[in-house]
């Protein structure tokens, strides 16, 4: 848990280009599909679709991310102005030197899942799980820089982590999510629901055990960044990734 990571001025110019991102994807889903297909970034350097010519797979991931509207996000990829200033500010505060300084060699960013957050209240969130069984790479070293652009953990969602190392994966239903007989042996009542403020940020890899913080009393709307970042000698994903 880093506290104060990213100065207010920072955050301030984050939030306004996350504000700008989600009204500019939205103008993109108005449209037509042709017309989606083809308008590229036409619209906004705030939405511009980002597409590999040679990977059919990664542009149709990417693509069903961007009509799902309840997961309230815009992938970083696709806004090459909140990608330049999100990458700026991780480069002034120091994560990129200490990511880099912990893998032993430049970070790759992912597209799929490095994203800007605006989530409301919601009745359903994802269960508690770990991000390896969604990458489903044992061999991977990755690390998430989770970033809150708002309050959030008592009046807006947040994060519910189990502060304990969790070694081994257990997968469910689509392979996301722990299973439930793994879930009764982790002491559920140690779980913790941090209190960020504006600017604080937790970096973890992909063993922990988490899941978003929800409950009727969180009425207002949180803003982060989720950015995951991988070592390039044990990447997975094949064509997923930025060099950062």
């Known amino acids: 848990m880093v506290r104060g990571l990213l100065s207010s001025a920072t955050v301030a110019c984050l939030i306004e280009d996350v504000d700008r991102s989600f ?15 083809t308008a590229g970034g036409s619209q906004s350097p705030f939405f511009q679709p980002f597409n590999l010519d040679d990977d ?57 899942k490095s994203s800007l957050r ?34 959030c953990g008592r009046d807006a969602p947040g994060l519910e982590i189990l502060p304990m190392r969790v070694a081994e994966v257990e997968r469910q239903g689509q392979g996301y999510g722990l299973a439930s007989n ?21 970096l973890f890899d992909d063993l922990l055990v988490h ?15 989720e950015n995951w970042l991988f070592a390039p000698s044990a990447f997975g994903l094949a064509h997923d990734a930025l060099v950062f």
Not at 69 to 95: I, M, Q, T, W
Not at 128 to 144: C, D, L, S, T, Y
Request: contains cysteine; neutral net charge.
């Open 23 to 37: 009204e500019a994807q939205e103008r993109w889903r108005a449209l037509p599909a042709e017309d989606r297909r």
């Open 56 to 112: 059919a797979d990664l542009n149709y991931r990417l693509r069903i991310g961007r009509m799902i509207r309840d997961y309230n996000s815009v992938h970083l990829a696709d806004s090459p102005a909140a990608l330049f200033d999100v990458c700026g500010a991780l480069e002034d505060c120091g994560v990129r030197q200490l990511v880099s300084e912990h893998f032993g060699e430049r970070p790759l960013m992912t597209i799929s």
């Open 118 to 151: 605006r989530l409301p209240y919601k009745e359903k969130t994802l269960s508690w799980h770990q991000e390896i069984a969604v990458f489903k790479n044992p061999g991977q070293r990755a690390i998430n820089c989770w970033i809150s652009l708002s309050e």
């Open 182 to 202: 793994l879930l009764e042996t982790l002491a559920l009542d140690a779980a913790v629901v941090p209190l960020f403020e504006p600017g604080d940020a937790l």
């Open 211 to 225: 899941r978003t913080a929800m409950s009727e009393r969180m009425t207002k709307v949180r803003y982060s960044i």
